[in-house]
């Protein structure tokens, strides 16, 4: 089906379109509006922002008693003899943050390696190596300050670069960004988050329960296990994933890893050739269909798409818009008194984080990927120049999500509370200065026009979100001219 800017019109509808691609005002005006919105890449960086500004005030509010009440409400779940207790804040950080944002990012992560950037060598290597750079400067940086002092357990927090915010940047300037350059920034920024995550695990635990522990390991063999066996039951994966994110929960190590590892279980390959299942599809297509036919039809269509793409386009939109908006909302609210911020400003924890953050991705990323093309063990992304990649490297600061993610758990003892906030402080004004300094870096270093082989991604992107969503018999039409 040919796309149209008036989707009223397609020939597809038997009698009159759903009401979302209708000629009626709230549908023109607003619905179709708001889901051209949601599809722009930095439409989540923009929630994310406003939803942390919306925690500033609130947290800054006459009504800030509100804000400590409803996230610290305690929620108990209990089966039995077995209770789970917690605040609604740490249902969101370890409960939801876990199974849907570090779930998708384990997706992510698998996706690059089968068949993304990662799994060729030679393009891997520098963005890999960026990564490392660009974790090692800042923690460096930051234990330069507070080494030995109260705050020397927050050096995990400037590691992280924000995926959202960073590749939003990046999309603001539209096809004046190089391909190849996007996908260097994506892929070490998903490199990055392996290696918060890996710091997580490993820095950032309470006590181990051994116990909990193995339990863990045996959840994690059998869902190895079912991978090797070819089992595709989606419902089964969903309850081994639960049990072993209680696993995980309840032996000290971070809940989080339980969605990690269950997102590089889960196959990056089609169960059906898509060819084949194309070809059958269409030939299923050409006369009526009944409802069994019709279900065969769908089911044949979904195994042709590896499950790690279908995961992704089905959580992308939960994680981004519901998942992190509420883990911004619960985290980002710092009541601002003078004498914090007297404290913030001078102290070693903040600064750390914003030199951290602003100049250690910086040098880290620009000197490590010199080094590797360097000495020939890399190549630069095609397109990009030094100044470009420098800029890049800029926006690689922002580190909003994981950063105040790891904030929650770095310090302990009788400042703890302090400390966070401190650094919350340090991890929203760092991000804040990067994003900036970046976005007006890549504005002074970026091609002056569209490159060729994007020059009208965006506003392909922008006419195609007018008309997603139109249904199954879409689908099917979609497909058949992607063949032709």
């Not at 923009?46 to 008693?65: E, R």
């Not at 006590?207 to 419902?235: E, F, H």
């Not at 609210?333 to 984080?353: C, H, K, P, R, Y």
Request: charge should be negative.
């Amino acid at each position: 089906m040919t796309e149209s800017k008036e989707p009223w019109k397609s020939p597809i509808w038997r009698s009159e379109p759903a009401f979302l691609y209708s000629r009626r005002p709230l549908a023109r005006y607003v619905g179709r509006p708001a889901a051209e919105f949601l599809k722009i890449e930095p439409a989540a960086g923009v929630v994310l922002v406003v939803c942390a500004v919306v925690a500033m005030l609130w947290a800054n509010s006459p009504w800030a008693d509100s804000y400590d009440a409803l996230w610290g409400l305690d929620i108990t779940f209990q089966f039995g003899d077995f209770e789970l207790h917690h605040t609604l804040q740490d249902w969101i950080n370890d409960g939801l943050m876990a199974i849907f944002f570090f779930f998708v990012v384990g997706v992510e992560i698998k996706s690059e390696i089968v068949s993304g950037e990662l799994s060729n060598p030679r393009n891997a290597v520098p963005p890999i190596a960026a990564a490392i750079g660009g974790m090692a400067a800042p923690a460096l940086i930051y234990a330069a300050f507070n080494a030995g002092g109260e705050g020397a357990g927050g050096w995990g927090i400037p590691m992280a670069t924000d995926i959202a915010f960073a590749v939003g940047v990046l999309a603001l300037f539209g096809s004046r960004i190089p391909s190849a350059a996007r996908i260097f920034l994506l892929t070490l920024a998903i490199v990055d988050d392996l290696g918060a995550i890996a710091v997580i695990a490993v820095f950032y635990t309470d006590d181990l329960s051994m116990a909990w522990l193995a339990a863990a390991g045996a959840l994690t063999a059998l869902a190895i296990v079912l991978r090797l066996l070819n089992v595709w039951s989606a419902p089964l994966y969903l309850l081994v994933g639960i049990a072993l994110w209680v696993a995980m929960l309840e032996s000290g190590v971070h809940a989080t890893i339980a969605g990690v590892i269950m997102g590089l279980i889960i196959s990056a390959r089609p169960l059906l050739d898509p060819q084949v299942a194309h070809e059958e599809a269409q030939e299923m297509a050409k006369g009526g269909l009944t409802a069994e036919e019709t279900e065969r039809l769908v089911k044949i269509a979904r195994d042709a798409v590896p499950p790690t793409e279908r995961i992704q386009a089905r959580n992308h939109m939960f994680s981004s818009y519901v998942v992190l908006p509420l883990f911004a909302l619960a985290n980002a609210g710092v009541a601002l008194s003078s004498d914090l911020f007297a404290a913030a400003v001078t102290s070693t924890v903040t600064l750390g984080i914003v030199l951290g953050l602003v100049v250690g991705k910086l040098v880290g990323i620009t000197t490590v990927t010199w080094v590797v093309v360097k000495l020939g063990w890399g190549r630069m992304p095609t397109g990009a120049t030094w100044p470009l990649l420098a800029a890049i490297a800029m926006v690689a600061g922002i580190g909003f999500t994981v950063a105040l993610f790891i904030t929650e758990l770095a310090f302990s003892g009788g400042d703890a509370d302090l400390l966070t906030d401190e650094a919350k402080i340090g991890v929203l004004c760092a991000s804040f200065i990067a994003a900036v300094l970046g976005a007006l870096a890549v504005h002074l270093t970026a091609p002056k026009t569209p490159q060729p082989d994007e020059a009208d991604e965006d506003e392909r992107a922008v006419e195609g979100a007018a008309n997603a969503g139109l249904g199954l018999a879409d689908c099917f039409v979609h497909s058949d001219s992607t063949l032709e």
